[in-house]
């Protein structure tokens, strides 16, 4: 009788932007404030670092 390997699911985050749900594998993250944040893509993390700036001129 032989095994058969069970593929296991990939670890899925959300986006901190948009909350789509995306593999860690594949994620972009960027650390602020001892906080680890991922994004899906170039545009999340863009709009999150024009989200910050703001935030500071407040």
């Not at 986006?15 to 602020?32: D, F, M, R, V, Y």
């Not at 999340?44 to 001129?57: G, K, L, P």
Request: charged share 20%.
């Amino acid at each position: 009788m032989t095994n058969k390997p069970v593929p296991k699911e990939p670890e899925l985050i959300a986006c901190e932007i948009c909350l789509k749900e995306i593999p860690a594998s594949a994620s972009q993250s960027a650390e602020a404030h001892d906080y680890v944040h991922h994004f899906c893509g170039i545009d999340c993390y863009q709009q999150w670092q024009q989200q910050q700036a703001q935030d500071q001129e407040d």
